[in-house]
């Protein structure tokens, strides 16, 4: 099974008879991952699709193959592609990665001044955002719209994030923004990724020991330091 099986195109309001099981899949993988996510009902995700804010898959034969939604932030300085999904039966076919290209155009083309974010615990999502041009970032530069926040409360690491007073938790904080054009940095890291297989074990490691330490080292300085230890071993 490859990608030339597929079809991945912008979401049309006809397609919302899939939106029931969108988010179904969604909760399950997300409880077979052990995390949380911030959940959303079918007529939601049926909305985005009706607004044009949406991407979905499928195989050749029709059957429904995965998607991914754009939400606004801070008055559309900020976007995020969340719930990003692929149907089980058609992962390790490099849909994830058509999904969240084609999302990224989306976005790029709707919003073309914001920037876009996204907070991940995954090896994968983490891999396709550095391709994209996205690079690490503290969480001060994220929206602090509290309304993306309280999409975390159903995270099982929303404790953390809590007594981390939102300036740290167990996700990579990632973002592409437009006005910089400065993704040296994202590069690097997709090619480390994809060079080094336990980068990801490693990376995720220290960061938990960053993340649970009393006192951690705060800001730009800590994610750097993390940074530091991955590329320079």
């Not at 054009?181 to 074990?201: C, T, V």
């Amino acid at each position: 099974m490859d990608i030339n099986e597929f079809i991945v195109q912008v979401a049309l309001p006809e397609h919302r008879v899939f939106a029931e099981e969108i988010v179904t899949e969604m909760a399950e993988s997300a409880k077979a991952r052990g995390t949380g996510i911030a959940k959303r009902s079918p007529d939601y995700v049926a909305g985005k699709m009706i607004e044009g804010k949406a991407v979905i898959a499928f195989h050749k034969d029709g059957t429904w193959a995965g998607f991914c939604y754009i939400e606004t932030w801070s008055h559309g300085q900020f976007v995020a592609n969340s719930g990003l999904i692929v149907s089980p039966k058609f992962r390790k076919a490099g849909l994830a990665h058509a999904i969240k290209e084609r999302v990224f155009e989306l976005s790029r083309s709707l919003y073309p001044k914001a920037k876009i974010f996204g907070l991940t615990t995954g090896l994968a999502v983490m891999k396709i955002n550095s391709d994209l041009g996205y690079e690490p970032v503290t969480y001060s530069e994220l929206t602090q719209d509290e309304e993306f926040w309280k999409g975390c409360q159903s995270c099982v690491n929303f404790e953390i994030l809590k007594m981390k007073e939102r300036k740290n938790c167990m996700c990579t904080a990632m973002l592409y923004d437009p006005a910089t054009q400065k993704h040296d940095a994202a590069k690097k890291f997709a090619e480390e990724l994809q060079k080094k297989p336990k980068l990801y074990e490693r990376f995720m490691r220290i960061k938990q020991r960053l993340v649970v330490k009393p006192k951690p080292r705060s800001g730009f300085k800590a994610l750097m330091f993390l940074f530091t230890l991955l590329f320079n071993k």
